[in-house]
């Protein structure tokens, strides 16, 4: 607390059972009786005084006037300013028992003490340019509600898309990620549609970046949304998915979604040896600065499943068991990354999120590339439940969600929470 010291002639010890020093606040009096000692006090050197920055002030405080020197010789000759007492100790409650203090070096919380200290020493930082905002576009004018996904839509690739973007931008947030709902019409067992030069994605992307060229924009390259079975790779008649096939449509969707102008194409479908594959294809094509944002662990999770409501991308028969990984499973993570690292990723991600906090951190101490990790549609939509039947702070869980994703390693965060929580981190509300 600053104070302001202003110097006062007055005889301290003419006022009898007073003393400055012991009560906060106290200033001299200036009444008749002590008007009455004027002639003592001149006689007497001056004492200087504390009037505390909490006191009420009508103007501007007065300065003394003493160049920087008369203040220092006024201290040298001994005449010290008094600042503010030391606050009492505060007083425990009654009954609290009366014991000698711990004999500890250390005490940890020392460091926690004030909001002050807690933020200087915050380890992980959440700021809006962790985020990477997931986004579900659909061929329609409206923007449809997805029902198992409360504030997430399908959004008309022309208007609301754009207007969604705008509002992330606005709070910081300049990474997306597109998904599509395709029309039935256009799904078939082998999912060119994936690659349709002016399909329902490379037209929302050509448009993202004629009205936001700065804009980061990643891409789904897997073959669910365009599937008539809803897998992510080619189904043969005995339903085992194809992999050297399934890579084979996977390249041309990753360059088709290149030449739309994505900075980012990420392959979620786990075939073995994709990401090699589209490397190759877009060095091919002259897309060398295009990165690849592999799914290196993806897990055969049951979070996904608003996700695939919003999509429409339910498989038709079967699971993914066969292709994505066994949420049992901790150390086959560590095949995948070497596999995609040697391969030419640029990005890894862990899919789900929270839940799989560990491989997250099994990544992040591996590996020297960035790691990404989704908070998926499932813990969306428990957070949001949780808020709605007020179990939970909505608020605060979903930016602790977020944190702790961070502090286990994550670089970046896909998440439908991506503008709720920017707004929330620009001191916005809800």
Not at 380 to 398: P, Q, T
Request: proline share 7%; hydrophobic share 40%.
């Amino acid at each position: 607390m600053a104070s302001t010291i202003v110097n006062v002639s007055c005889n301290v010890q003419a006022i009898k059972g007073l003393d400055f020093q012991n009560y906060v606040g106290l200033k001299a009096s200036t009444n008749s009786k002590l008007n009455c000692l004027k002639t003592a006090i001149k006689a007497l050197p001056p004492r200087f005084l504390v009037v505390r920055a909490s006191e009420r002030q009508d103007g501007p405080i007065k300065k003394m006037g003493l160049s920087d020197a008369e203040c220092e010789a006024a201290v040298v000759a001994g005449k010290v300013p008094e600042a503010p007492p030391v606050p009492p100790k505060p007083a425990a409650p009654t009954g609290t028992p009366v014991v000698h203090s711990l004999p500890l070096n250390r005490r940890p919380r020392r460091n926690r003490k004030s909001p002050v200290l807690r933020a200087a020493f915050q380890e992980t930082q959440l700021s809006p340019a962790n985020f990477v905002y997931p986004l579900f576009i659909h061929e329609g004018e409206e923007d449809t509600p997805i029902g198992a996904m409360p504030g997430c839509y399908r959004l008309g690739w022309r208007h609301g898309l754009v207007e969604e973007v705008g509002k992330a931008r606005d709070v910081g947030v300049n990474s997306v990620v597109l998904f599509p709902k395709i029309p039935d019409a256009l799904k078939s067992s082998t999912g060119d549609e994936a690659f349709n030069e002016n399909g329902l994605v490379p037209r929302a992307i050509r448009l993202l970046k004629d009205k936001y060229p700065d804009l980061v924009i990643y891409t789904d390259v897997a073959l669910d949304p365009y599937s008539s079975d809803g897998h992510d790779g080619i189904v043969r008649e005995d339903g085992v998915i194809m992999n050297d096939e399934t890579v084979h449509q996977l390249c041309k969707q990753a360059v088709s979604q290149a030449r739309a102008g994505a900075d980012v194409v990420s392959p979620s479908d786990m075939m073995d040896g994709r990401v090699g594959a589209i490397r190759d294809a877009l060095d091919a094509e002259g897309f060398e600065h295009v990165l690849i944002m592999s799914y290196t662990a993806k897990y055969a999770s049951a979070f996904y499943g608003p996700f695939r409501e919003a999509l429409d991308s339910n498989p038709r028969f079967g699971d993914k068991k066969t292709y994505q990984m066994n949420p049992a499973n901790y150390r086959e993570a560590l095949v995948e990354v070497h596999e995609d690292e040697s391969e030419g990723a640029d990005i890894l991600l862990v899919k789900p999120g929270l839940p799989y906090l560990d491989v997250v951190r099994l990544l992040r101490d591996n590996s020297s590339l960035p790691i990404a990790a989704y908070q998926v549609s499932g813990e969306y939509s428990m957070i949001k439940a949780g808020g709605v039947l007020k179990m939970i702070d909505e608020e605060k869980v979903m930016l602790e969600s977020l944190m702790c994703l961070r502090r286990a390693g994550a670089d970046i965060i896909l998440t439908y929470f991506a503008l709720q929580a920017a707004k929330s981190l620009c001191g916005e509300k809800r």
